[in-house]
Each structure stands twice: as C-alpha cells, then as structure tokens.
C-alpha cells in the first residue's frame, strides 16, 4: 500500500480470474468492506456464478485488457493465471500495483486482526468451519474464509468484528509472480496444524520438499505466537519442534496436551467423547459428524478456543449444532432404499478415513464407492499401492478415469484398469469405467436397497452424486 494512501479509503480493485474458489470470496469480502471490486474470467456457473451475483459483482467474460482502463488501484492476480495472460501483461506494461490473493488477503483483512491459520494436508476446511462456527456461537463475531461452503452459514466468509479472523492455509502457490505457499503471507498468531502427508506432486518434487515447506512455516512464528499441532505421529513432533512459540499437542495418545478420554465413540447420531482439560475441567461432547478425523479436527478446535479463554461449556455446546461442510459427507439424499452421499475425499489417506467414518456411522450398510482421481497427484501412478489399501474398506467400487490421465506417460499414471483388477481377485468387486456416464449406468444397475454409495472427487465429478439420487427417486 503507498505510503499517502488511506487504509480506510474505498479502493476500485481488479480482479483477474475473478471465479476462483478462492478469488470470488475474497472479492465479495472486499465489496462488503466498501471496496468497488471488478474482474473477469471465463464463463461462470454455480456456485461461483451465484456467489458473486448475490454479492452485487457481475464478471466480465473473457479477458481484455480494455478492462483495466481507466486504470483500477490495485489487481489481484489468481493462481491458475499463467504469465502468458493478456490482462497480467497488460497490468504489468502499464505499470499497475498488483497482488496475490493472499496477499491482497492479509493486506485488508489479517494484518490488524489475530489470524487463527489451520494448515495440514487433511482436514483443514472442516477444522476451519468448525472453529468460526464456535467462535460465532460463543459471540466472538470472528472474520473468516473457508475452502468450503458450511452448512451453519449462509456463505463461505464473513468480515466480523471481533480480534480473530480464521482462515484455510493453503499449501499451494499464490501465483505466477509469487511461488511459495499461499499460507506464508498469513502470519499466524495461532497456528492449526492438522497433518503433514504428501501431496501436490506437480508443485512439490518429493515429500521431503513438502515437509521443509511446512517446517519453514513453523519456524516463521514469533514466540508470542501459538502451534496446536497433531501429536501422534512422530512426523508431527519433529516438525513442531522447528517452533520457538509455544505448541500444545492434540491427538489420542496420553502424551499430548489434549486427548479424549477412553471410551470415544462413533455412531449413527456422530461423535460422543470426554474431554478434560489441564486444568482439570472436563466436559461431554456431542459432535453430528463420524470418524476418528473428525475427533480429530474436534479437539485441534477445543485446544484453540480453551487457550482463547472460551469457556469449555459454551465449546461443547457450539460444537453440538455443528452441522459440517458441504461434500464432507454430504447425505445428497435417500431414495429406493439407497443412501446417496458426496465427498471431498481425494488423497488416498482420506478416502481411508471417510469409509472408516461411514463403516462406523453406518454398519448395517453395503458400501459402494465411487472414486474420481481428479487432482494432478490422484491421475498419477504415486499413491496405488495405498487407493489399494484404502478402497479395499468398501464393498463395490467403481472407478472413473484419471482425470489428467492424458498428461502422464504410462508409466506415471494411475492405471484404474489394473487397480480394479486387483481389488476385484483381492474380494472387492471394482469396475474401471470408461467415462462417467458409463460409471453411472454400471452403478444404478448394480445399487440395492440397503446400500450406501460414496461419491468421491476433488471436483464436480460431472454433478454424479446429485445424478444418482435423482434416477433412483425416479425409481420409487
């Protein structure tokens, strides 16, 4: 920001590739502090069209750069946008100031507040809604920005106006002009950290280059700051202890700080644990979610919000109304006996644990699933060995083609083929599809009362979920 410039002063700012998941709530955020917000990307559709047309910001379609003229006060520039871009060209030759969206971020929105950042490679979206629903539910108003739509709020950000602002720290890169991870611009003053798992092959080489990413964000905390960290794996330990700020450590081992009492369960109505606190307090918790990683994410938000001097009360009853993150276990609907749900689940650890989660909430169930490699590192040959493991936790599998599948050489990609193949002769039934519709027509033919299907993807997966639901009603 220019030295002359008044913080409080209404900004017209620019945003290139204004559709982004994370770009279009930042926007929104920015039009509700009083800024006029401009931008364009491609053609848009729900949920992001929605999204900024409810928040009064029309995109333009297609990039120009006749849209910078008269000249905005500052541009955002989205990840996805390449250097080659004709508007990134156009504000860099004409001399504009220009951000990432993190950046731009912190600049208006975390520099003058507390950032609560929950990082880690699993679970950040729902640890993050589940600590600004707690934050809210208490009166703490916080400011917040989730990767995720949750159920408990009308949208995915609010400003608020208390000292915390809680945001999804994001290990991927800001943009072409700004390489490192997202989360480094945030400066926490508490950080989350969830997990430290590979992934995100076509930025990270190898795990060790991923885990110095994560150290280094560690190490960057001031003493006055605040790590709650995962302390079960010893992963997890050596890179907390990278931290010159005080940690406290969560998990289900007696050694950490925080841990459930013996006796957790997961069932059909959720979660139910004790939790006592150091200082002895303890409480009953009631949680509408299933799963050990949703214990998990439930107690990184209880050592947060106690250290925050929340009284332990007021957690427990927060977390009971809880109702989650769309597509984490989303139920889509029931219909013909089958019950539909939608996930999130991407990385072969968290499939894992969602079908541990719906094994637990659901016993009585067949469970079907099926499984979209859609990210970079899910199309790759990287994680077989352990979808493998993972899936072999259902009781049918369908498998949709790897998503990038035309961007490696054979060797490299994730061959669906044999990976059907294997769970099929290891007592798994799996069908590798050709396509998505073939997928579905294999699956409604093959799906009984009774059962429960899992759609899983990092995408739409061409809207499948919603798809099914809808031919099995048309079945009733």
């Known amino acids: 920001m220019p030295a002359d410039q008044d913080p409080l002063e209404p900004l017209e700012i620019y945003f290139i590739a204004i559709g982004g998941t994370g770009m279009a709530p930042l926007a ?11 931008g364009a990307d491609g053609p848009l559709y729900p949920p992001m069209s929605t999204l900024l047309a409810r928040n009064g910001i029309e995109p333009l379609v297609g990039y ?15 990840n996805a946008v390449p250097r080659s871009n004709i508007e990134a060209q156009a504000t860099e030759a004409l001399g504009l100031e220009y951000v990432s969206m993190p950046q731009a971020l912190y600049r208006f ?6 950032p609560l950042v929950v990082a880690g490679t699993h679970g950040k979206t729902t640890t993050t809604a589940l600590a600004a629903w707690v934050y809210r539910a208490v009166g703490r108003d916080p400011g917040f920005l989730i990767g995720g739509i ?12 208390g000292e915390r602002f809680i945001v999804e720290g994001d290990e991927y890169n800001a943009a072409y002009f700004d390489r490192g991870p997202k989360f480094f611009h945030y400066h926490p ?24 990413t994560y150290r280094d964000l560690v190490r960057s905390m001031p003493g006055t700051a605040l790590l709650v960290a995962h302390g079960d794996p010893a992963e997890m330990r050596s890179v907390a202890d990278e931290a010159a700020c005080r940690t406290l450590f969560y998990g289900l081992d007696p050694s950490n700080d925080l841990r459930p009492e013996p006796g957790w369960h997961s069932d059909k109505s959720g979660l139910g644990f004790e939790i006592r606190l150091p200082d002895g307090e303890s409480a009953e918790i009631r949680l509408p979610l299933s799963g050990q990683h949703n214990l998990l994410n439930a107690l990184a938000v ?33 219909a013909a006996g089958v019950l539909v749900i939608d996930d999130f689940a991407h990385h072969p650890t968290a499939v894992r644990l969602t079908l541990e989660g719906l094994r637990c909430r659901y016993p009585d169930r067949r469970l079907v699933v099926a499984l979209e490699p859609r990210s970079l590192t899910a199309s790759r040959n990287l994680f077989y060995s352990e979808y493998l493991e993972a899936l072999r936790l259902a009781d049918r599998v369908w498998l949709a083609p790897a998503f990038h599948a035309e961007r490696f050489a054979a060797p490299d990609r994730l061959d669906t083929a044999k990976l059907a193949r294997e769970l099929t002769e290891g007592g798994t039934p799996a069908v590798a599809s050709d396509s998505i519709d073939s997928l579905r027509r294999g699956l409604l033919e093959a799906l009984a009362s009774g059962d429960l299907v899992v759609t899983m993807s990092s995408g739409s997966f061409d809207g499948l979920a919603a798809r099914v639901a809808e031919a099995l009603g048309d079945q009733d």
């Not at 120009?64 to 989205?78: K, T």
């Not at 925050?308 to 889509?332: C, K, N, T, W, Y």
């Open 28 to 38: 929104c955020l920015l039009k509700q502090a009083g800024h006029r917000v401009l």
């Open 64 to 78: 120009d750069p006749s849209h910078l003229e008269p000249a905005p006060d500052l541009v955002v520039v989205g």
């Open 109 to 114: 929105f975390l520099a003058d507040r507390r």
């Open 150 to 161: 949750p159920k408990n709020f009308d949208q995915s950000f609010a400003l608020g106006s």
């Open 189 to 212: 003053d508490t950080l989350v950290l969830t997990s430290v798992e590979y992934d995100h092959a076509d930025l990270y080489p190898t795990p060790e280059a991923l885990d110095r």
């Open 302 to 334: 209880l050592a947060v919000a106690s250290a925050d001097g929340i009284p332990l009360p007021e957690i427990a009853a927060a977390m009971s109304s809880f109702e989650g993150v769309r597509r984490r276990q989303e139920v889509v609907g029931e």
